[in-house]
C-alpha cells in the first residue's frame, strides 16, 4: 500500500537555527498538510497546501514556517529560527482528491528536538 | 470554528470486552468524521471514516455511530485484543466542515486491553 514517508525520522537542532522537515506524499495526492504533536498532546493543523500554493494556515503557522514542494515527489516544511517550543513530532499527510472527500494518510513523522 | 471534545481520556478494558470512545464536534456543517489509531512511535493511522449521509458503518470488529442531530459520534470496538492497544483520535473537519480540508483533532483515548 502506498505510504507517506518522511525525513529525517529525529531531528536535534540548537535554538535559533533553520530546520527543513521533508516529506514524500503519496505519489498520485494533490492536497499536502503538516500538523504537529507536542509530546503528551493532540494534533494539530499548521497548513495545507494545494496546486502549489498555501490553502488553509492556523494560526501556529506565523511567519517563521514555509512550505515549499520543490520538485514533483518532495513537500518541505521550514522553519527559519527554531524556539524551545517547536519541540514536536511533526507529520505529514496527504489525501487524493479534497472536493471528492478523500481521506488524509499519516506518514510515521519527524521528532524534532530544539536544544 | 470547529471544536472536537472525545471522552474518555483513557480506557482500560479485558481482551474479548468492547471499547466505545465518543466525540462530540460543534459544526453543524461538518460531514465527514474519520477515526485514526496512533501507536508508539508511529503516525496516525485511518482506521474507519464515516460521511454525514449514513448513520453508522463496520469494519469487522469496528464500528462507528453518527447522530447528527446530537453532533457526536462513537467508535465502538468489539472482541478486543491486546494488539488494539493504542491512543485513538476522532477528527473533523475544520473549514466548511467539508472531507479534505483541515482536520480538527481531539485529545485521545488511550485505550489499554489486558489479557
Known amino acids: 500500500e502506498p505510504e507517506v514517508t518522511q525525513t529525517p525520522s529525529h531531528q536535534v537542532t540548537q535554538m535559533g537555527q533553520e530546520v527543513i522537515l521533508r516529506c514524500v506524499p503519496i505519489?498520485?495526492?494533490?492536497?499536502f498538510y503538516w500538523y504537529r504533536q507536542i509530546l503528551g498532546q493532540k494534533v494539530e493543523f499548521l497548513v495545507s497546501?494545494?496546486?502549489?500554493?498555501?490553502?488553509?494556515k492556523s494560526e501556529i503557522f506565523d511567519d517563521q514556517f514555509s512550505v515549499e514542494r520543490p520538485d514533483g515527489s518532495n513537500f518541505t516544511l521550514k522553519i527559519r529560527s527554531t524556539k524551545l517550543e517547536d519541540s514536536a513530532m511533526y507529520f505529514c499527510?496527504?489525501?487524493?482528491?479534497?472536493?471528492?472527500?478523500?481521506?488524509?494518510?499519516f506518514g510515521d513523522g519527524t521528532r524534532l528536538s530544539i536544544l | 470554528g470547529e471544536n472536537v471534545e472525545q471522552h474518555p481520556s483513557t480506557l482500560s478494558v479485558q481482551e474479548g470486552d468492547s471499547a466505545v470512545i465518543k466525540c462530540t464536534y460543534s459544526d453543524s456543517a461538518s460531514n465527514y468524521f474519520p477515526w485514526y489509531k496512533q501507536e508508539l512511535g508511529k503516525g496516525p493511522q485511518l482506521i474507519i471514516d464515516?460521511?454525514?449521509?449514513?448513520g453508522e458503518k463496520k469494519d469487522q470488529r469496528i464500528a462507528v455511530t453518527l447522530n447528527k442531530t446530537a453532533k457526536h459520534f462513537s467508535l465502538h470496538i468489539t472482541e478486543t485484543q491486546p494488539e488494539d492497544s493504542a491512543v485513538y483520535f476522532c477528527a473533523a473537519p475544520g473549514v466548511g466542515g467539508q472531507a479534505g480540508t483541515a482536520l480538527i483533532f481531539g485529545k485521545g483515548t488511550t485505550l489499554s486491553v489486558s489479557s
Open positions: 505519489s498520485n495526492h494533490l492536497y
Open positions: 497546501f494545494y496546486n502549489n500554493e498555501i490553502s488553509e
Open positions: 499527510a496527504s489525501t487524493l482528491d479534497s472536493p471528492q472527500g478523500q481521506p488524509q494518510h
Open positions: 464515516i460521511r454525514s449521509n449514513v
